[in-house]
């Protein structure tokens, strides 16, 4: 009889352990560059990987995309508009510049040494630029841009509507859904592993969610053609879009593979790049983490990760 028992209740054990329900960390369901880790990946996934702490967060923010160009004369002063709304709400307004027009590289993108040597451009970026330009985004030209791609009349909107756009979401403070993030670098390989907690406010908008990430050079001397059609060779670039983590132009779908204690947890790998003129600088870069409706395409959330 003591054997029986002692049977029936170590499978109860057994059973019970079956059934604990998102242990964390989770199983991996995407694929990690590992070797940017420098050491052995289990001691990364048994001591570095992060917990989040409750997300106390109750502020939407706000994310300008300025579709830009270094031959665009108009657009340092979009550029600039940018700037200052971010820095008039530094912790809840930001930007990205992203090279590229209706037709991805235009004239105002295209590289022209001696004077324009430099590629502001890539593959995502010049992406996004096209199919805005063929789908009916109210993208004619540079300078445009989005704010939290809401659309008013259009998605597009000039840098006219920037100010009044930003005003109102931060106004009306419609927080849909709250991220938070953690990101380990190591210098050693220039890697980097991204851990996203996205946490929807509301329970309509999880059917549609996504999430996509800018990686972003903070600031880079460079040329410029200006406003009076002059050539600026010492012009100031921020907030330079350099691409997408996984090269996901369109983000990536949330769904329940992610779902670990009622929050979706997503996680990144990459390798930092060179700064565009060819120096190493990490602590140049940063990323913008946005989560959105993959219908509308609008932006629920975004928040700011430096990398270091």
């Given at each position: 009889m003591r054997n029986l028992f002692s049977?029936?209740?170590?499978?109860?054990?057994?059973?019970?352990?079956?059934?604990?329900?998102?242990?964390?960390?989770?199983?991996?369901?995407?694929?990690?560059?590992?070797?940017?880790?420098?050491?052995?990946?289990?001691?990364y996934e048994n001591n570095e990987w992060p917990t989040f702490a409750a997300n106390s967060n109750?502020?939407?923010?706000?994310?300008?995309?300025?579709?830009?160009?270094?031959?665009?004369?108009?657009?340092?002063?979009?550029?600039?508009l940018a700037y200052d709304l971010h820095?008039?709400?530094?912790?809840?307004?930001?930007?990205?510049?992203?090279?590229?027009?209706?037709?991805?590289?235009?004239?105002?993108?295209?590289?022209?040494?001696?004077?324009?040597?430099?590629?502001?451009?890539?593959?995502?970026?010049?992406?996004?630029?096209?199919?805005?330009?063929?789908?009916?985004?109210?993208?004619?030209?540079?300078?445009?841009?989005t704010v939290n791609r809401v659309t008013n009349s259009t998605v597009f909107q000039s840098p006219a509507q920037w100010t009044s756009m930003t005003n109102e979401i931060i106004t009306n403070n419609d927080l849909k859904v709250n991220l938070q993030a953690q990101l380990n670098y190591y210098e050693a390989t220039k890697g980097a592993f991204l851990h996203v907690e996205v946490d929807p406010l509301d329970a309509n908008v999880t059917d549609d969610l996504s999430i996509m990430v800018y990686l972003l050079e903070d600031s880079l001397v460079g040329d410029q053609k200006m406003s009076?059609?002059?050539h600026n060779s010492s012009y100031t670039h921020r907030d330079i879009h350099r691409g997408n983590l996984n090269n996901e132009t369109f983000g990536?779908?949330?769904t329940s593979e992610n779902l670990v204690n009622e929050k979706y947890l997503i996680n990144y790998s990459f390798e930092v790049p060179n700064q565009l003129d060819g120096i190493y600088n990490a602590s140049n870069m940063h990323l913008l983490i946005c989560a959105f409706n993959q219908t509308t395409w609008e932006i629920y959330q975004v928040i700011k990760q430096k990398v270091e």
């Open positions: 049977i029936g209740f170590l499978f109860l054990i057994l059973c019970s352990c079956d059934h604990v329900e998102n242990p964390y960390p989770p199983v991996l369901s995407i694929d990690l560059d590992t070797s940017l880790y420098p050491g052995d990946w289990s001691d109750t502020q939407r923010n706000v994310i300008i995309e300025d579709f830009t160009g270094h031959k665009c004369v108009f657009c340092p002063a979009a550029a600039e820095m008039a709400n530094p912790s809840s307004v930001f930007s990205v510049g992203i090279h590229a027009g209706p037709d991805g590289i235009g004239d105002f993108q295209a590289v022209s040494p001696p004077d324009y040597p430099t590629d502001f451009t890539n593959p995502q970026g010049v992406e996004i630029g096209q199919y805005f330009g063929e789908n009916d985004g109210g993208f004619p030209g540079n300078p445009r841009g009076d059609n002059s990536r779908e949330i």
